[in-house]
């Protein structure tokens, strides 16, 4: 009788683990039937290969069945940071009651995990892969430091390569083209930008101490601006808020910039709203695009020591005339801690 009642619970258990496998390989096919369009969509805008976002997903998510992602859309793992100021949620993970990004959709957690991985020049050199390095890009995630585990990397791949991922980095076959009405590009396509890997060394610049902010001194804060796209004689060229701009130094002229970027001071000084004449005494963004009437939604900037309204519309990207139509009765000299609205708000 005890070996028959060992023998039952050995059949229980084995069923109850093929029961438990079979479940999770349903979980993980119907994810990547639903998440395989975004992914491969987010990899056409960022150059993440598909494979990788949808393996980061089923394994951040499980599968989509954990709390962060039923409860805050939370797809990746990605917690808050400083300059986080969207919905949270708090879930114990490294520590207790870790703070976490919440998103409206899924969609939302995508386009901000394409995001987190092209604006932050720890995780530059992986845009320099092949889109099907699916080993190099997920050996490079785990040594970049996107997550503590291990065995990360290994994880991916096994996830990838059981259920062919990768057969959805290779994009297919472009039909005709087809003229479309032009839509407007979201926020985060017009941040996102470029895929070429950044070196901070080369422009005299470092991070701000409190990167929600810039701070006029002339310090940059890196990681909110996105990846150089290319280089412009001795500038690189970057892109804030759909407009291409570049970080002239102390002792450069406008001349200097126009020359470097095919433009003239003329030009420059009108984008800019700064005389065609000026010698700039710190570290100064110069667009090349014209600046836009706003930024972001419900967008806010709160002012640090010594802004203007000038320093904070050229941070932003955003006319001064219309940055003042935005706040109508703020004016120079701002207060420390004053709330300069960035957006029209719902």
Not at 111 to 116: E, G, R, V
Not at 139 to 157: C, R, W
């Amino acid at each position: 009788m005890r070996y028959k009642l060992k023998y039952i619970f050995t059949l229980c258990t084995l069923f109850a683990t093929i029961s438990a496998v079979a479940q999770t390989d349903i979980d993980r096919r119907r994810y990547i039937e639903q998440y395989a369009e975004l992914a491969m969509d987010q990899q056409a805008k960022y150059g993440i290969p598909a494979s990788i976002t949808l393996a980061q997903g089923l394994l951040e998510s499980a599968n989509g069945k954990s709390r962060l992602a039923v409860e805050a859309n939370n797809h990746f793992g990605i917690k808050c940071k400083e300059e986080w100021t969207g919905g949270k949620i708090y879930h114990d993970d490294d520590e207790l009651q870790e703070c976490f990004r919440a998103y409206k959709t899924a969609e939302e957690s995508y386009i901000d995990h394409s995001l987190f991985l092209t604006t932050r020049p720890r995780y530059a050199k992986l845009f320099t892969l092949d889109i099907t390095d699916y080993k190099g890009w997920a050996h490079g995630l785990k040594e970049a430091g996107y997550a503590t585990n291990p065995v990360y990397a290994q994880s991916l791949i096994k996830i990838i390569e059981d259920y062919n991922l990768y057969d959805f980095d290779t994009p297919a076959p472009k039909a005709e083209p087809v003229k479309k009405p032009r839509r407007q590009r979201s926020q985060e396509e017009l941040d996102a930008v470029g895929r070429i890997a950044f070196n901070p060394e080369a422009l005299n610049v470092k991070p701000a101490q409190n990167p929600a902010v810039f701070i006029a001194n002339g310090t940059i804060d890196i990681d909110h601006h996105t990846v150089a796209l290319f280089s412009a004689g001795k500038y690189a060229l970057r892109s804030n808020n759909g407009c291409r701009y570049v970080v002239a130094e102390a002792g450069d002229t406008m001349a200097d910039v126009a020359a470097a970027v095919g433009s003239t001071p003329k030009r420059l000084g009108k984008i800019n709203e700064l005389n065609s004449a000026t010698t700039f005494s710190r570290t100064t963004l110069i667009y090349i695009d014209r600046k836009k009437s706003s930024y972001g939604l419900n967008a806010v900037h709160v002012v640090e020591q010594s802004e203007t309204l000038h320093d904070v519309a050229q941070y932003y990207a955003i006319r001064l005339d219309k940055l003042k139509e935005l706040n109508k009765n703020v004016k120079d000299p701002l207060a420390v801690g004053q709330h300069i609205t960035l957006s029209q708000t719902n």
